[in-house]
């Protein structure tokens, strides 16, 4: 019984320390040359699923980190072109960790639909419902402020185009 338990101990704490490194795999990569950046966008796409699937306050350092390297490797690459909504700063509130589910929402859109997110507004649309689902689940803890009931209103009317103009 005691080595079960003890088996049981040290697997999860081996599970919870893949888990862990499989977070922060991305301070291993360099973005020093143009070549650098392309060859992340797999981890970036991990990070954007990894910020978009945590809940704000779980992992609050890993998450920082992650948004950090996200917003350094969008401020480089050559291969995609990052504007953000003229309205981010009320949506977030200074927020740092919806910043960065914001951010993830953005790259990973482009990162999966390279042609259609050349369209800003197609980009900062789709930016936006992203960040309205993860906002909508409860288990995220985002709190809602005024901005996000105007975009949830706009959303739920179908109008959340005329949000982005």
Request: hydrophobic share 40%; with cysteine; net charge positive.
């Amino acid at each position: 019984m005691l080595k079960s338990i003890s088996l049981l101990i040290c697997l999860s704490i081996f599970t919870l320390s893949l888990k862990a490194q499989d977070t922060t795999q991305f301070r291993l990569v360099k973005l020093k040359k143009t070549a650098d950046y392309a060859l992340a966008e797999p981890k970036i796409k991990n990070i954007s699923e990894y910020l978009l699937n945590t809940p704000i306050k779980k992992d609050e350092m890993n998450r920082l980190d992650a948004t950090q390297f996200l917003l350094k490797w969008m401020e480089g690459t050559p291969d995609h072109t990052y504007s953000f909504h003229s309205r981010i700063s009320q949506i977030t509130k200074d927020n740092i960790d919806l910043m960065g589910v914001y951010l993830a929402a953005m790259v990973k859109f482009s990162l999966e639909y390279k042609d259609e997110s050349a369209d800003l507004k197609v980009l900062q649309l789709n930016t936006l419902k992203t960040l309205l689902t993860y906002v909508a689940n409860p288990e995220n803890g985002v709190k809602s402020n005024t901005e996000l009931k105007k975009m949830k209103e706009l959303a739920s009317k179908g109008l959340l185009e005329k949000y982005i103009k």
